[in-house]
């Protein structure tokens, strides 16, 4: 942000303010063995005090914005019982006014969610293109690979299946196993990224939550994101890519793996060259959209994660500021539940698979 070339000290003329408060740090502090009242206090104490500065009363906050660092999930705490997890802070009356970027949304419409880091982070154009020609030209041997560890405590995971699938094709998946404590061969970057160098489909199932940093690692290897879950990536990362999403990625319905209805591998198979080829274009197409470029220098023609992220937060408080103009309602829309989010994240989901499996698994 301290590099953003439309900075200005004059906050009157500004078209939008960034809130620079560490939100996943402050709750990553209190999010085990304490009370509520340590994991609410500075969030509650942050927007009180917003609420005071000259600045929001221009436009009620609703032109503020700043960064969760972790996934919404950790900010909308339902209860006030210590049992019960994460903060209040996107709960919070003057919260509802503030957008909020997250690398996981809940269904709020005044959350945006925003690419997990990777390691790439290029300074230049050139080696943006260097690097997307060797994923495109680099020789892959398996059909399909899967890093990640089992969630035996999980009992609506699928990644039990998954791996036992992967194991019972050696020949054709690529398995790299991640400990569930201490030192893991995923933790090590160089190594997640040859496995999905090395493969043409990286299986994406839901983890702790529904995203993984794992799908934009996919993604940097130009290895084509399998989905088992909308809410993965369809109905999260909007203003970071493309929205027929069929075209760079495979859906297939998690109950069915879960169930043992279907084979991940056959559905694969049944992928033609050239539709693979395609896709695997689409993919390394996605790149630049989706890394953070190295903030000491600039990219010329390329948009990263963070142009693309600020384009969408300029562009969203343009059309509040634009209402308000003509009279009408700011707060209508801005901060409420997306029907069409509740469905894909679990509630009513059985209704919207027909529509996936016409429009992603054609296999």
Known sequence: MKKYKCLTKNSSVANAIYVPFFAGLDAGRYLWGHNISMRDTLGSDLVKWLAQQPEWKRMWGRDHFFV????????????????????????????????????????????FAIPYPTYFHPSSDDEVFRWQNRVQSHNRRYLFAFAGAPRPSANDSIRKEIIHQCLASRRTCNFLRCNSGGESRCDNPAEVIKVFQDSVFCLQPPGDSYTRRSIFDSILAGCIPVFFHPFSAYAQYTWHLQRDYWRYSVFIPIDLVKDGFVSIKQVLLQISDTEMLAMRKEVIKLIPRVIYADPRS??????????????????????????????????????????????????????????????????
């Open 68 to 111: 969760l660092g972790r996934i919404g999930w950790d900010f909308r705490r339902q209860t006030d019982h210590d049992s019960d997890w994460g903060s209040k802070l996107m709960t919070l009356p003057e919260s509802m006014n503030l957008t909020a970027l997250s690398l996981e949304t809940t269904s709020w419409s005044n959350e």
């Open 298 to 363: 600039k990219l010329q023609t390329l948009e990263d994660a963070f142009d693309i992220t600020l384009k969408g937060v300029l562009h969203r408080i343009g059309k509040v500021r634009n209402n308000i103009n003509k009279g009408r309602d700011p707060s209508n829309g801005f901060a409420e539940e997306n029907s069409w989010k509740m469905k894909l994240s679990g509630i009513g989901v059985e209704e919207e698979w027909d529509h996936f499996i016409d429009n992603s698994m054609r296999y």
